[in-house]
């Protein structure tokens, strides 16, 4: 009787630590199943996104070996100015060379587009399109309607990436009875160190009063260019400047010239660029050295 019993409690103690065991294992599952389905979906994921980036490369390079090389142009000279134009009339034709620098054909986007005082000079060469390479002719004639400065602009435009391209147009109108400004003036007399310069400019045509200015370059030192014309003062510095002088009316008609002034040493200086001879001391004393233009002393003659 003891012994069945025995028997009987660890068959229940079994049981029950078996059932525990099951039970446990099952917990176990249960708890690994939702980090499965995460990680499988995770996994997906990834796979899904590389494939993608595969194709959107393969899609890249394929858009990039289908890509015409780009397009390039220039414009030569980037802009016009026109001399000075009576009232009413036409001027000549002024050029621009409009060149594709790339490598395959442009294309222009409708007409030319023109404004202001300015009209197509009727001999230009561009088309519809133009070649890689190749270069064609613009040309604009000038035909002002008003007194004083004219501006327009030209528009071009094509499949460039810089599209639309403009050229700046400059004029100046003038009365129909008038002349065009112009410097009458051909040369400048030279001058001396130390002793008083005086000159004057001229001009014809447009009208009075001329406004007179410097372009570019420089006078002499010690000189100046008044509003009138007149250039004046005492040179300073021997040697030869270039300076360009600007005239202008009252009807912002313009002109302007080019010209030289030399300026040298006063007569009887020992200076080489004087009208002296120099005589120079020998530094040691001695006749077989008869001296340079770097010795201590020297005395004109």
Not at 33 to 50: E, K
Not at 143 to 160: H, I, Q, Y
Not at 230 to 245: D, E, K, L, Y
Request: hydrophobic letters at 30%; proline letters at 6%.
């Amino acid at each position: 009787m003891d012994h069945k019993n025995r028997h009987t409690a660890n068959r229940k103690h079994y049981d029950h630590v078996w059932s525990q065991s099951a039970e446990s294992k099952v917990t176990r599952r249960s708890r690994r199943f939702p980090f499965l389905i995460i990680l499988t979906i995770f996994l997906g994921a990834v796979i899904q996104s590389g494939c993608a980036g595969v194709a959107s490369a393969n899609s890249s390079s394929d858009a990039n070996a289908t890509r015409p090389a780009a397009l390039a142009v220039s414009l030569s000279p980037t802009s016009l100015t026109f001399p000075s134009q009576q009232i009413g009339t036409i001027s000549t034709s002024h050029s621009v060379t409009f060149t594709n620098s790339g490598q395959t054909t442009l294309t222009f986007n409708g007409n030319f587009l023109i404004s202001g005082d300015f009209v197509f000079g009727g001999t230009g060469t561009c088309g519809q399109s133009l070649a890689a390479g190749a270069s064609c002719l613009i040309t604009v004639k000038f035909t002002p309607r008003a007194l004083g400065t004219r501006t327009g602009t030209v528009t071009l435009n094509d499949n460039a990436p810089n599209s639309p391209q403009t050229i700046p147009l400059t004029g100046t109108g003038i009365s129909s009875g008038l002349t065009a400004l112009n410097i009458s003036t051909t040369s400048l007399p030279s001058g001396a160190v130390g002793q008083a310069y005086s000159a004057s400019l001229s001009a014809t045509g447009g009208n009075t009063p001329y406004t007179w200015s410097l372009g570019s370059g420089a006078l002499p030192e010690g000189l100046s260019l008044s509003f009138s014309g007149a250039i004046s003062g005492t040179p300073t510095t021997a040697g030869s400047s270039t300076f360009t002088a600007v005239v202008t009316d009252p009807g912002q008609q313009s002109a302007q010239k080019s010209f030289s002034i030399s300026i040298a040493n006063p007569a009887g200086s020992c200076e080489a660029t004087g009208g002296g001879v120099c005589r120079y001391v020998s530094p040691t004393g001695s006749d077989s050295n008869p001296g340079t233009s770097a010795a201590p002393f020297r005395t004109p003659r």
